[in-house]
């Protein structure tokens, strides 16, 4: 490891512009001639739209147009869609209504937008926002998913009848039954994983502007995937061809799966833009996201598990309610499904499994991937089912945990996961000791002592990662092929830039992508720019979510490394009159190993681009690309174990200790990884104690900004204790799982176990506010 | 319409804004210093904090006019040159940012943090301030490592002046 190499704590390159106000977000930029949007939302949660009057908009000065949603299907601008196919158990497709980006008829979330309002200022499309009538006749809503599926229940979409999606199942239900049949034990639990806003820091925005002399579009958006967003818009929305739309993601202030998806916003900005004449901006406001950006989780889950007589799991039973909200998002289908059940095994080792998920459409905002998406979901079921099972057993949970782990690897579960490799015998154990385990008893003890329960609570999760390879979540129903791209391009000077499908928005990748090349070439990783985010410069990829970006975009990035070094070895064999094959790269320089003959890479690039003396038939210049397609999943996993005090007298939970001990094979930059831990566990401790998206009985959202939704905050957090115990991943070269989401996977299970722990009452439900803790603790 | 006239970063200037402009607004669409940012509009995340004669504002939640005759401070004001300020460099150092939206507000609050505490700071009194700055990225662990190192940082400097 050199000390910009793979391994070492490089500080951040990208840090400078955002310390000091540099940075460029989509709402910092000003194009000449820009208007500004404003839409105009449903404040219903169900309603038939029965006429718009934007007279008097029109009239104001400084407004240039209102357009509808029905001017929009007139357009043929296309229905938003859904990737990923999901059949029935029954064999039949699943059943979505139509999802257009205004709505011309009928509105089903509050939120939804009806037509937009465009003018010079955003303050001037606000107030002409004001004079647009629109007259509504409200439908009954239904907000509650058992509600929705109730006889009776007010209905969405004709062509998804009883509000149902799809029933979809997954495992051997004979087996599992069987299982159950001959059980010693069998412990049950229902759980509510509660729904959550993402809530990325920077609200999302889009900038369109249409040259009419081109016939081209320019789409600056807060994506996490900006090809993917150029695609879509491209091939199903019929905004443009795709060699007529760039889509520039700039810096993007934080995801976490809320940009991925590509909105109604972006695609009524590009149509108005060619429909002006004019740029469009459009900036969300907080509570506009809190209305629109795809919400997470929300899922209602009854389940079994069934226990031999030596305490070991014969049997897995699932069934799951997914809330969706009032339409299908763009990947949402495959969260409760692909990304969720197959993970119900969690560590251990489960013989029969069988899991039935039902979609249900509901009058709220619509639900998708969110960190971790449906990992999160199946982590906390299975490790919640693991305390229950020892408080109900009388065992020791960690004890109950290492009975069950999964020792032998590959390791092909019931749910389609072969998990590749893993040791989860070492992160329990490191968690453990970190946290002092042996000694929690006595501790717990005093802190009766002092009139306070304490609680310690075990949490090991296991999620699927790098979400690849394609020809595997093609066969599962996914619309898209899940590789990565890369080029290397060595200019003729010897500077580096690095073409790369990933994109950033907090990840860090301009700082350790160039730590993989000064790992390999041993130049500074000043010497390296890493080129991201848009379609004019970067080849076609597929973007940052899953925790992917290491495990299968650096792979690309060595693929395409791995190319050029092979021709500049070639390159530097000629000049110094060597073998390839004798050829080595130190520092910098293409050295004839065991002399000390060397050339220097800004001479090996000269000699490319010179091409004056190149080896005979070689192509001038040195640029190389891969598309890299992994051959599996990868399968971070760890134990996340917490301790902490609740106040018998308030219901307030205080942290003790938080220890986290991952296996996310090798890491490129510790620091970096840390900091994506310490984000992911406040976002599952922040599901476990504060968030929770509400909305009344008709459908109105409770929570609406930050002054309703919690988000946590520093003083509601501890600091934590990080470890890591290292298997490496056989998948791909670099031995890479991925770290992005592990915290928000393990984190919610680990709080909830200690709370009740601590309480001595297992049923509590998330968010574990005091008052419901104070609820639980005094309830008969 | 209004002239507002402040000194912002050490300037002067005069703006012409509506009454209804907001400060944050003002710094943003009037003058292009567009490190400070908007997160919220509800006075809770801080992304938009800046200094107002010397102390923390959230600067969604006033208006422009209130800082007539004020000297503004943003995150683009506290570098000399090419040298970062202390907090500016602790953020780097401890990893304290990711994403970078919620950053220069975190960072004009936690010096006005440290200004206000002097070194009297530890851990729970850096969270407990920290309260009406969100980060969705960080966890915040890194951001109190920083504010903690800068404390000592921003003593050492005010020590060799």
């Known amino acids: 490891m050199g000390v910009e190499g793979i391994g070492a704590r490089v500080v951040r390159k990208e840090d400078k512009r955002f310390i000091t106000g540099k940075g460029r977000y989509v709402d910092d930029i000003k194009l000449l001639g820009m208007t500004h949007a404003h839409f105009i939302r449903s404040p219903h949660a169900h309603a038939k739209v029965k006429g718009i009057d934007s007279s008097a908009a029109l009239k104001m000065p400084g407004v240039v147009a209102v357009l509808t949603g029905q001017q929009i299907v007139d357009d043929k601008v296309g229905n938003l869609i859904c990737g990923w196919a999901i059949t029935s158990k029954d064999g039949s497709p699943m059943k979505m209504g139509a999802w257009p980006a205004m709505a011309p008829e009928t509105v089903r979330f509050v939120g939804q937008a009806v037509a937009v309002v465009i003018a010079d200022s955003k303050n001037l499309a606000r107030d002409a926002a004001e004079a647009v009538v629109v007259n509504y006749e409200e439908l009954p809503a239904v907000a509650d998913m058992q509600a929705a599926i109730k006889a009776g229940a007010p209905q969405l979409h004709p062509e998804a009848p009883g509000n149902q999606v799809y029933d979809w199942v997954i495992g051997d239900e004979g087996a599992t039954d069987a299982a159950f049949a001959k059980a010693a034990n069998v412990v049950k639990l229902d759980v509510t994983n509660n729904r959550l806003a993402p809530n990325a820091m920077e609200p999302r925005a889009a900038i369109a502007d249409y040259d009419a002399a081109e016939e081209h579009f320019t789409l600056y958006t807060t994506s996490q995937n900006p090809h993917v967003a150029r695609l879509v818009l491209s091939a199903f929305y019929n905004i443009a061809p795709e060699h007529k739309l760039r889509v520039i993601a700039p810096d993007v202030g934080g995801g976490f799966g809320s940009k991925i998806f590509i909105y109604p916003e972006e695609m009524v900005a590009l149509w108005a833009s060619k429909k002006i004449g004019r740029p469009v901006k459009w900036t969300g406001d907080r509570t506009e996201a809190f209305l629109t950006d795809a919400h997470g989780r929300d899922h209602v889950t009854h389940a079994e598990m069934a226990f031999d007589a030596n305490n070991k799991i014969t049997g897995l039973k699932v069934k799951t309610y997914a809330n969706f909200g009032a339409y299908m998002s763009l990947f949402s289908s495959s969260v409760p499904t692909y990304l969720y059940a197959t993970l119900l095994s969690g560590q251990y080792n489960i013989p029969a499994i069988h899991a039935e998920v039902v979609g249900v459409y509901t009058n709220t905002t619509p639900v998708d991937a969110y960190r971790g998406a449906g990992r999160p979901e199946a982590s906390y079921l299975i490790e919640r089912l693991m305390e229950t099972a020892a408080r109900q057993l009388k065992v020791d949970p960690a004890q109950l945990r290492r009975t069950n782990f999964i020792t032998q690897f590959p390791h092909q579960t019931p749910v389609i996961m072969a998990y590749d490799t893993g040791d989860f015998n070492a992160s329990l154990d490191a968690a453990m000791k970190a946290i002092d385990y042996a000694g929690f008893p006595a501790r717990k003890a005093k802190a009766k002592a002092d009139g306070k329960l304490r609680g310690i609570g075990v949490s090991c999760y296991i999620e699927a990662c790098g979400i690849a390879p394609s020809k595997a979540v093609g066969s599962l129903g996914a619309g898209v092929g899940l590789w990565e791209s890369a080029e290397v391009r060595v200019n003729p000077v010897g500077t580096i830039e690095i073409l790369t499908g990933s994109h950033s928005h907090g990840q860090g990748h301009e700082t350790t992508f160039c730590q993989l090349v000064a790992e390999r070439l041993g130049v500074p990783i000043s010497q390296v720019s890493i080129v991201h985010g848009d379609t004019d410069k970067v080849q076609f990829g597929m973007g940052t979510y899953g925790s992917r970006s290491a495990a299968v975009g650096l792979t690309a990035i060595l693929k395409a490394m791995e190319k050029m070094e092979s021709k500049a070895k070639k390159i530097a064999a000629h000049a110094l009159e060597a073998s390839e094959a004798d050829i080595v790269i130190e520092n910098g320089e293409f050295k004839v190993t065991g002399t000390d003959k060397a050339i220097a890479l800004p001479m090996v690039a000269l000699a490319a681009y010179t091409a004056h003396n190149l080896p005979d038939g070689m192509e001038p210049g040195l640029k190389e690309s891969a598309f890299y397609d992994p051959t599996n999943f990868t399968f971070p996993a760890g134990t996340y174990i917490c301790e902490l005090e609740v106040d018998p007298g308030t219901g307030k939970t205080s942290f003790v200790d938080f220890v986290a001990a991952d296996d996310f094979g090798r890491l490129i930059n510790p620091m970096i990884v840390e900091g994506q831990v310490h984000g992911g566990l406040v976002q599952g401790i922040g599901q476990a104690l504060l968030e929770h998206a509400i909305y009344d009985a008709n459908g109105q959202p409770v929570t609406a900004s930050f002054m309703d939704y919690a988000m946590p905050r520093a003083d509601d957090v501890p600091s934590f204790n990080l470890s890591h115990t290292t298997t490496l991943c056989p998948g791909n070269p670099l031995g890479i799982k991925g770290c992005g989401e592990a915290g928000a996977i393990g984190a919610s299970a680990a709080v909830i176990n200690a709370i009740t722990d601590a309480i001595g009452k297992n049923n509590l439900e998330m968010p574990a506010t005091p008052d419901r803790v104070w609820r639980t603790i005094h309830a008969a | 319409m209004s002239t507002v006239k402040l000194t912002v970063n050490g300037k002067a200037v005069a703006v012409d804004v509506e009454d209804r402009t907001l400060l944050v607004q003002l710094l943003r669409d009037h003058l292009n210093l567009t490190g400070t940012h908007v997160g919220c509009d509800t006075s809770q995340c801080g992304a938009c904090v800046v200094h107002m004669d010397g102390r923390a504002v959230k600067s969604c939640t006033m208006l422009a006019g209130q800082a007539d005759g004020a000297s503004i401070t943003t995150i683009e004001g506290i570098a000399k040159g090419d040298e970062l300020h202390p907090m500016q460099a602790a953020f780097r150092d401890n990893h304290g940012l990711q994403c ?62």
């Open chain 2, 100 to 161: 970078g939206y919620c950053t220069p507000g975190m960072i004009m609050s936690a010096i006005d943090i440290v200004h206000r505490h002097g070194g009297q700071l530890d851990e729970a009194t850096v969270r407990t301030e920290l309260e009406g700055n969100i980060c969705r990225c960080t966890g915040y662990h890194n951001i109190v490592k920083a504010v903690l190192d800068a404390a000592g940082r921003m003593k050492v400097s005010q020590a060799a002046e």
